[in-house]
């Protein structure tokens, strides 16, 4: 099976991406994490003006298969979060790298996206 890999985003091995757009970065899930999760049906998000850490927990998601924690791949401070998500979870399984993004966040240290596996690098972990 074929999942897409954006070659415009990084990726943690616990299977999240960031974006960068600007001054802010998007984060969500990718798309062969939501096809090993199945059907979404929750997601827990911090609150805007929150800090998320790289590598800690930022969230929750659940499916109908398994409940996952979210981990940030950068750090800052949370500018936006996808509120659609609340009332459609099931937008993380259509549009992992569009309408399904998670939260939007400002780069404390733009470093941390070098440190984040390339879309190569990403595609051989889940191959």
Known sequence: MS????DDC???????????????????????????LGDVVFVELPEVDESVDKDEEFGVIESIKA??????????????VNED???APELVNEDPFGDGWMLEVTLDDESELDALLSPAEYENQIA
């Open 67 to 80: 409940v996952s924690d979210l981990y940030a791949p950068v750090s800052g401070e949370v500018v936006s």
């Open 85 to 87: 998500l609340f009332d």
């Open 3 to 6: 999942f897409d890999v954006p």
């Open 10 to 36: 990084r990726y943690l091995e616990s299977h999240e991406w960031v974006r960068r757009d600007g001054d802010t970065a998007h984060i969500g899930i990718t798309d062969f994490a939501q096809d090993e």
